[in-house]
């Protein structure tokens, strides 16, 4: 079985210090692991994925996960964040055995405060 | 490049009533999904399609109908449309399954009363 989960239901930074979303994933199979990020009233963006070549990923706008099979981890990191951070992000799994779905985490709402 | 399209954007329907969702792509992307967005629930898939002709049950399929007769098309219907239904609809396409990327329509709000 295939599962997410988000630790956070919702973070609050200062703009200009790092951010850390946590995702914890559960897998029985080898898994792909993507971010995605929803700014308000908008669909889906894809920020990164990971699908068993490095496990430090880099995506869009200065975005990174790490993945760390021993602790079933894939954290969002961002180094400064900026107002335009501010947003849902949702961690989703997928790989052999989930048939083709994508399994969504519940979501972190990102607050940045100026 | 239009990318993934959806409409309406916003729908209000009572209860009862059939109401369809359209999604179109301009890729020839060959799999096609629908997602419900509810609060405290992340997105679930309710159906996907893994080609033309194609099609198979997600999480949360029951009062959904779909059908995919030209790849670039997926449709998705609510035969007797229920309360419970309210939610924002997402559809996304990808090229291949498992371990590709899926790219997001911008949703379509539904209310129904």
């Known amino acids: 079985a295939q599962s997410v989960t988000q630790l956070d239901s919702h973070v609050s930074v200062s703009e200009g210090t790092p951010v850390l979303l946590r995702c914890n994933y559960s897998s029985s199979y080898s898994p792909s692991l993507f971010w995605y990020v929803q700014h308000p009233n908008k669909g889906l963006q894809l920020l990164l994925k990971y699908t068993s070549a490095a496990t430090l990923v880099k995506g869009i706008n200065g975005f990174e996960a790490e993945f760390k099979k021993s602790e079933t981890s894939f954290h969002l990191t961002k180094p400064p964040a900026h107002m335009s951070d501010a947003a849902e992000y949702f961690c989703v799994v997928s790989g052999s055995g989930t048939g083709n779905q994508f399994y969504f985490g519940t979501g972190t709402s990102l607050t940045v405060i100026p | 490049d239009a990318g993934i399209t959806q409409s309406p954007r916003y729908k209000i329907t009572e209860t009862g009533r059939q109401v369809t969702l359209m999604c179109h792509q301009t890729?020839?992307?060959?799999?096609m999904f629908w997602y419900r967005q509810d609060l405290g629930h992340g997105l679930r898939l309710i159906y996907y399609s893994a080609a033309a002709d194609i099609t198979d049950k997600g999480e949360v399929p029951d009062g959904y109908v779909v059908s995919r007769s030209k790849t670039e098309n997926f449709p998705l219907t609510l035969e007797s449309a229920t309360r419970s239904q309210t939610s924002v609809y997402f559809c996304?396409?990808?090229?291949?399954?498992?371990?590709?990327?899926?790219?997001f329509g911008p949703g379509t709000r539904l209310t129904v009363t």
């Open positions: 996304a396409s990808s090229e291949g399954g498992t371990y590709y990327e899926q790219y």
């Open positions: 890729w020839s992307h060959s799999y």
